[in-house]
């Protein structure tokens, strides 16, 4: 069975303008997860109440926001901190651009934004030293998304909800470096929600254009987070490139893979 709870919260004048948050608490509990959606003025009350049922019932501790209340979900990461409890993943859709860093308490954190948005589009990066994952997608050059429709791409939903899913049997330290991840997402390109990045060893003669094709990945992402090579330019043996990933549950990392993602 599933495990984790979800705090979701909408941001300002959310029962009008973030009713995707609403659609996404639904999604979450018809998988089987607590999840309950709040608005952003009550983040530090909600945040005391989380840490109780941690307390009494650790479980992986998801929080979600849009506009203020993916500021929120920053905050609110801040609050569990200062307890010694860690949030399993943590997501802003167009925070605001007054959200702090994010704390080193949060094990995967994912921000989704519009960088030329007035009401949202914050950038938000984390602390020095950050051990977890981190990536971030800006859809600046996708115009028709905009501050009040970005938190209702049911596509983002839908793997919002499997990656809470994943959490209780997917290990947060995984082997080998973490690299986090910053994307301008293309006009066009459908948003994959990576966790972040991780580097392969090419072998002679590989591209990042066969790489990409090896991996199952659009070009984009590779040229984008390597920009010192060329798409086309021949790799030398053991040249490290850095790929976008998913983190794995325990039972999917233990079957061999051709090409782990």
Known sequence: MPRGRAYVFRGALGPIFSTGMDRLTEKIERAGI??????????????????????????PIIVVGHSMGGRCAVLFSEKLQKEGIPVSLAISIDPAHMTPEVPDNVERYINIFISTQILGGGDIKPVPGFPGHYAS????????????TIDKMDLVHQQIVAKILELSAT????????FPLRYVVPPGQQIELWDSGTAITAHAGDTLQTLAQQYGLPLWSLTQINQQISENAPLAAGQRVIIPRHLLPVADIAQPRSAAR
Do not use: N, R
């Open 34 to 59: 607590t999840a309950k959606t709040y608005e952003f003025t009550l983040c530090e009350l909600v945040a005391s109440w989380a840490i109780d049922d941690y307390k009494k019932d650790p479980q």
């Open 137 to 148: 997608y800006d859809m600046a050059q996708h115009d028709e998304i905009s501050h009040i």
């Open 171 to 178: 290990p947060a330290k995984v082997e080998g470096e973490i």
